[in-house]
C-alpha cells in the first residue's frame, strides 16, 4: 500500500487532468511504441482508480475492490517505461506537475512491491558498488590513463577550486569516456585549478530517485557532500545534466556555501572575457537540449553560446528545440527497464536530427551521447554523435 | 573447428577472457572469439586506446561496449600497443559480422614472442576451456 507516497497536492493535482491528450502527443514512448498505455494520461487515470480503490470507507460503500496484484503489477510495468523527460508536464495545459507524480508513482509501485525485477538489481549495486554497473570504486577515474600524457597526480588533489563531479556514464562506459578527457584537456588550457574525487565519487542517486527509491539516497548524498568539502572547492561542475539535477534539486549545496554549473555554464563564463584560441572547424551541427539540462535545469542558451564561439560552426536547430526538444532515450532508467523500447525512442531522434540537414549532433550530456551513438551504429546511419565539451576541444588549438 | 555452435579455429591462441591471438611476423593479431561476441551481442563500441601503450600481460589495457554491457580487454603478453584497427571506430560491428578476419581489434609488439605458449592453444585445450565456460556461462 503506497498512497503515501505523494503529497496531498500530488494528489489533488492528478484530479486536475482535463484528458485533452496532449501529453499522448507528444510523448516519445507513447510515438516509438505506438501504445497510448504509455501515456501520462493513461498513468493519471490508474493512478485516480487506484487511490479510490485504496480508500477504506468509500471503497467498501461504493463495492470497490482492492487492485489485483497481476493488474498492479501490469499498471506498474507502464510506469516504469517511461524516460521522466517532462515534455507531459511542460505541455499539460492544467499545469499539473508531472514528473513528480511520476516519480511518487514508481515509489508507490515500489512499495506496493509492483516495480519490475530490475529495481532491486539497481539498488543491490547502488549499495554494494556506489554504481549502477556494480563496476569497482577504484575504476571510477580510470579514463585518465587513457590520456596520452596522464598526470602523475592522476587529477586527484589534495584540495582545489573547482570539483569536477564525473558521473557514472563517463566514468565507467569507454564510449563517454572521451568527454571526460576532453574536459581535463580544456581545463588545462584555462588553467582552472580541479580536481577529481576519484574512488570517492559516488554515484548521485539518481537511478535510486528514478528506481522509485528517493527515500535511499541520503548516504550517497552525504558522501558525497563530504567528499567535496573535504577538497576546500568552493564550484562543482558537471558535465552529466542528470548528477547536476540531482544535486541541484537534492543536495544541500547552498547550506555548504557551493556553487553548482553545468560545464556549458561553467565554460560559456569562463571564457567570456578570456576566450579560448580556436580554430576553425567547417561544420554544421544540431544542437540537441539534454532534458535534464533543458527542461530541468533551464540552461538553453550556454551550450548554444560556446557552439556560435567556434569559428566555423554552422548551428542549426532541430524543429522540436529548447522546451519542446524530444527525449533521446536514455532517461528515467529506461534503458535498464525497457532497452528496445530505449533504443526505439533514439532512433526517432536520430529521424530528426538527419531531417535538419546536419550530420554532426551536439549534445551536453554522456548519456545522450551514449544513446545517439550507439542507435546511429546499431542502425548503420552516418551521424557523428559529440558532446559539447569534445566539440571545444577538436576546436582547441594545442 | 565448431564446439556447440561457436567456431574456434584451431590455430589460434587464445586467452581466458575469450579474446585470440595470431602471430603476424614480429608482431601479434588480436580479436575477440566468436564466444565472446555471441555473448555480447551488438558491439556498439570499441576503445582504442593509443599506439605505443605499454601492457602488462593480465592488465586491463581497452574495453568493448555493446548496449549497457561493457567487457575488458586484457593484454595476452607484455609488450606495447602497434596498433588498432581503426575501421573499428566507425564499423564496431565488423566484430559481429568477421571477429576472426576484418573485425580484428589490435596488434601488439610483444617483448618476448614465446610468451603464447602460455596462452589456450590446441584442439583439446581449446574445447575443455570452451565447455567449462559455456556450462560457467549457463549458470550465470
Known amino acids: 500500500m503506497g498512497r503515501s507516497s505523494y503529497t496531498v497536492r500530488e494528489l489533488l493535482q492528478a484530479e486536475g487532468c482535463t484528458h485533452c491528450a496532449l501529453c499522448a502527443e507528444v510523448c516519445p514512448a507513447v510515438s516509438a511504441s505506438a501504445d497510448a498505455r504509455l501515456s501520462g494520461l493513461y498513468r493519471l487515470d490508474g493512478l485516480r482508480r487506484l487511490n479510490r480503490s485504496r480508500a477504506w470507507l468509500p471503497a467498501r460503500l461504493l463495492g470497490r475492490k482492492a487492485p489485483d496484484p497481476d493488474e498492479l503489477k501490469g499498471f506498474a510495468e507502464k510506469a516504469f517505461r517511461c524516460t521522466l523527460c517532462g515534455r507531459c508536464e511542460e505541455i499539460c495545459p492544467s499545469g499539473i506537475l508531472l514528473k513528480d507524480i511520476w516519480v511518487s508513482l514508481r515509489e508507490d509501485m515500489v512499495e506496493s512491491r509492483a516495480s519490475p525485477d530490475r529495481v532491486q538489481t539497481i539498488l543491490k549495486n547502488l549499495t554494494s558498488a556506489h554504481n ?22 592522476g587529477y586527484i588533489r589534495p584540495r582545489a577550486e573547482v570539483v569536477y563531479f564525473t558521473g557514472c556514464v563517463a566514468a565507467y ?31 548521485c542517486g539518481f537511478p535510486l530517485v528514478g528506481a522509485g527509491m528517493r ?44 556553487r ?31 532534458c535534464d539540462l533543458g527542461r530541468g535545469a ?26 519542446q526538444c524530444r527525449c533521446c532515450g536514455g532517461g528515467g532508467n529506461l534503458e535498464m527497464i525497457d532497452p528496445d523500447l530505449s533504443a526505439r525512442i533514439a532512433r526517432q531522434k536520430i529521424d530528426s536530427v538527419l531531417e535538419t540537414g546536419a550530420r554532426t549532433v551536439v549534445t551536453a550530456c554522456q548519456q545522450c551521447v551514449r544513446t545517439l551513438a550507439s542507435s546511429a551504429r546499431r542502425n548503420k546511419v552516418a551521424l557523428e554523435v559529440l558532446d559539447i565539451v569534445q566539440l571545444v576541444r577538436r576546436s582547441l588549438e594545442t | 573447428m565448431q564446439i556447440q555452435g561457436y567456431n574456434m579455429p ?15 611476423g614480429e608482431l601479434l593479431v588480436m580479436g575477440m572469439d566468436d564466444f565472446a561476441q555471441q555473448m555480447a551481442g551488438e558491439v556498439v563500441y ?26 575488458k580487454v586484457y593484454a595476452p603478453v607484455d609488450g606495447e600497443l602497434a596498433q588498432c584497427n581503426a575501421e573499428l571506430e566507425s564499423h564496431p560491428g565488423l566484430i559481429n559480422e568477421d571477429c576472426y578476419g576484418k573485425g580484428w581489434m589490435y596488434k601488439i609488439r610483444p617483448k618476448d614472442m614465446g610468451e603464447i605458449s602460455k596462452l589456450i592453444h590446441g584442439p583439446e585445450a581449446v574445447e575443455k576451456w570452451l565447455l567449462a565456460d559455456i556450462e560457467k556461462y549457463k549458470q550465470d
Open chain 1, 260 to 290: 553548482l554549473f553545468h560545464v556549458s555554464e561553467y565554460l560559456a563564463l569562463r571564457t567570456a572575457g578570456r576566450p579560448l584560441p580556436l580554430r576553425k572547424l567547417d561544420l554544421t551541427v544540431a544542437y540537441h537540449d539534454p
Open chain 1, 132 to 153: 549502477v554497473f556494480a563496476e569497482e570504486d577504484a575504476e571510477r577515474a580510470a579514463w585518465v590513463e587513457e590520456m596520452r600524457e596522464p598526470p602523475r597526480d
Open chain 1, 215 to 258: 527515500d535511499r539516497i541520503g548516504q550517497t548524498v552525504a558522501h558525497n557532500v563530504e567528499a567535496v568539502l573535504e577538497k576546500d572547492a568552493s564550484s562543482v561542475v558537471f558535465a552529466c545534466p542528470t548528477c547536476y539535477e540531482m544535486w541541484r534539486s537534492r543536495y544541500p549545496w547552498r547550506r555548504h556555501g557551493l
Open chain 2, 10 to 24: 584451431d590455430d589460434l591462441y587464445y586467452e581466458e577472457h575469450h579474446f585470440w591471438v595470431r602471430p603476424e
Open chain 2, 46 to 71: 570499441v576503445q582504442l586506446p593509443f599506439e605505443g601503450k605499454k601492457l602488462e600481460a593480465g592488465k586491463k589495457f581497452a574495453q568493448v561496449e555493446s548496449g549497457k554491457w561493457v567487457g
Open chain 1, 298 to 323: 533551464g540552461v538553453f542558451e550556454p551550450p548554444r553560446q560556446i557552439l556560435r564561439s567556434i569559428p566555423g560552426i554552422r548551428l542549426v536547430e532541430l524543429a522540436e528545440n529548447r522546451e
Open chain 1, 173 to 203: 562506459f569507454p564510449m563517454a569516456q572521451q568527454i571526460p578527457v576532453a574536459l581535463a584537456e580544456i581545463f588545462q588550457a584555462l588553467e582552472v585549478d580541479f580536481t577529481l574525487l576519484g574512488p570517492e565519487e559516488w554515484c
